[in-house]
């Protein structure tokens, strides 16, 4: 067991670019999400898949972001045409199929958009 | 709605103190989860505590204990003789079940523990 990963740690970016996160969950979780931290908050649900079906997705998901869990296997966050406001620590977890299940959580990807 | 608050942004304690960080909730659900994370200055959210709505026992693990009082919608935590290894961000969350469907999670603002030496 090595735990969630995630990469890259750190991704600096210029507006307008787009960017792709990839995080590995722990391999017989079937639950996987992404959420976003940003300095002085509590982290945020931004979307969740079990196995490859992306069940949910928040609000503060725009149409910019996408996510995908091809396989139900890793997972990728994609952020098309960065904007300051995205800057951000953003965060995956995966979890045991049971309902409340703790989660196991990466160390982040910090995201800096200039 | 459902929310989590944590009044207390930051605490400082000299090593050996004893300290509690305060949560308190706000949900219409009458069966849902409290959590407990610890974010460490690496930056992983590890895992300390479940508890459900119908379990307000207490529990203690090691010089971590959790009080539970559905009467005030809190959820505390208390560290007995804090070491610096305890220097974190503390964050308190709700489980938001969709028929037990989902453990999305909503976190409160967190409280900076500093514990000096």
């Known amino acids: 067991d090595t735990g969630v990963s995630q990469d890259p740690r750190h991704k600096i970016t210029k507006r307008g670019q787009n960017v792709t996160f990839r995080c590995d969950p722990i391999?017989?979780?079937?639950?996987l999400y992404w959420y976003r931290q940003t300095l002085g908050q509590g982290p945020e649900f931004l979307t969740y898949?079990?196995?490859?079906?992306?069940?949910?997705k928040s609000r503060l998901l725009s149409d910019r972001f996408s996510a995908e869990r091809p396989k139900g296997s890793f997972s990728t966050l994609e952020i098309q045409r960065t904007e300051q406001g995205d800057s951000a620590m953003y965060l995956c977890?995966?979890?045991?199929?049971?309902?409340?299940?703790?989660?196991?959580f990466g160390s982040g990807t910090q995201l800096s958009v200039l | 709605a459902q929310k989590v608050t944590q009044a207390q942004t930051e605490i400082s304690v000299v090593e050996k103190e004893d300290v509690t960080l305060d949560c308190v909730y706000e949900?219409?659900?009458?069966?849902?989860?409290l959590f407990w994370y610890k974010q460490p200055p690496s930056g992983e959210l590890v895992f300390l505590i479940r508890r459900n709505s119908f379990d307000e026992q207490n529990e203690i693990s090691g010089r971590y204990s959790w009080n539970f009082q559905k009467s005030t919608s809190s959820f505390n935590f208390t560290i007995t003789a804090s070491q610096v290894v305890d220097s974190a961000v503390y964050f308190c969350?709700?489980?938001?079940?969709?028929?037990?469907?989902?453990?999305?999670?909503?976190f409160g603002t967190g409280t900076l523990l500093a514990v000096q030496p």
């Open positions: 969350a709700l489980s938001e079940a969709y028929g037990g469907a989902t453990n999305k999670l909503i």
């Open positions: 898949f079990q196995n490859e079906a992306q069940l949910e």
């Open positions: 949900t219409r659900d009458t069966t849902y989860y």
């Open positions: 391999s017989e979780h079937n639950r």
């Open positions: 977890a995966s979890s045991d199929t049971g309902a409340n299940e703790k989660l196991f």
